[in-house]
């Protein structure tokens, strides 16, 4: 069924279902779990012999099963599956009853990736079961046809309508990046937001790019005149093998002064909250100047080194909610002290890190001494960092010296990097 036909068929049968509204206040709720659906949830039709089967069913870790809870006692109904054995949890309605509402949701609220397509097929198929008691032949042959063009054997992806249709709410795309957004910390420095999606929902991506746009466009920093933070930039690339489009967002200014306000008024309900919390801690650090900082660069490196990491499965950290509760404690301590960058000047990251760079600078030239255990690398001590990374195989232009310089952390678990020589530093 093509989508303008659906939209017939739709306003014909919908009071079959009644009306969202009879059920439901919580706007906001409903528009974030239809996001979160686009992103993590299942549309199933099973069918044995005669009897036809519909599902909904959202997996997740079962670290995140809080959010099931969530959704099921938001919803009134549905049931939460515990799968200890492999970890894992499952919220799934499978009744007519609660089906129906779930339809009328989606109806109301509706999915904004291709996984609106196979919402719609869904959505069919109950109504195929709801006007006959009895399925006949034709309705089983009907109902076969529409389970063989869902989820992975589907191989038309035509929506009938266009990105310029299709309006993004703040909500529902909270909900989106609950399930496909990452906040990322990049070669230990550099930071990013991402969303991304198969190729097949190019129409939701581009009106994802336009609402991010718009964070920008209707910023009330946008509004004074003596702005000098440039609007916000969305990359796009596509993973070639896996037709994975990502959009991202890799811009100091534009991820503090844009993007965040916009994730501190937004609620989350999943754990994806833990590394907006740690994400935050470190973008904030680099936009203050903490980062610049010896003391403020270590605990930034301890961020990066634990974030999208909050699985009690992950054996590279171990009691996870201890060193997030140490992070946030040392996080909280710098910030009482003076910023080393005005942001209330409005001026963008880069000028703030030369004029600090030129206040800080050094009569000194460079210099790196590069350890390996208690030897020095050959070549030692180097007169520049491109030096540096030249002797252990870097780009010259790499950023690792400057991450790891007087940290005393260690470099690939083996290199530690200093501005004086071991004994010495130990002296002072």
Known sequence: MGFRNFTTYLSKNSAAFGSVS?????????????????????????????????RFKISLHID?????YTIKSNLGFGRVVEEYNRNSCSFIVED??????????????????????????FYEVSLIKSTNKVLSEVDINKIVSIKNTMNSKREVFTYGISESQITINPNWFVGFIEGEGTFGIKTGSSLYFQVAQKNTSLDCLNAITKFLLDLSSNAAIHKD????????NVTNTINIRTSVVSLAIANTDALFYYLLPYLDSSKFYSRKAIDLKLWRMALLLKVYGYYYTVEGKNLFLDISEILNKRYSTNSS?????????????????????DSPFDVKLNQRHTENVRKYS??????????????????????????????????????????TCNRYIDTNRLYKSKYIFTSKPIDRASRD
């Not at 409903?30 to 099973?46: I, K, R």
């Open 225 to 232: 005149p003596y702005n000098k933070i440039l609007p916000i």
């Open 358 to 399: 030129i206040a800080n600078k050094s009569d000194s030239s460079k210099v790196v001494y590069i350890y390996d255990g208690n030897k020095m690398v050959h070549g030692s001590p180097f007169a520049s960092f491109s030096m540096a990374h030249k002797a252990l195989g870097l780009n010259p232009s790499s950023n």
């Open 317 to 337: 950290v171990s009691d996870i909610n201890n060193v997030i509760k140490n992070i946030t404690e040392k996080f909280n301590d710098i910030m009482q002290k």
């Open 96 to 121: 007519f009853l609660s089906i129906s509402k779930l339809c009328d949701i989606f109806n109301h609220y509706p999915l904004h990736t291709s996984k609106k397509l196979d919402f719609i097929s």
């Open 22 to 54: 009879d059920h439901f206040t919580n706007k906001d709720f409903l528009f974030w779990f239809s996001g979160f659906t686009d992103a993590e949830g299942n549309f199933l039709v099973t069918i044995d012999r005669k009897y036809v089967k519909l």
């Open 64 to 68: 995140d099963i809080e959010v099931l």
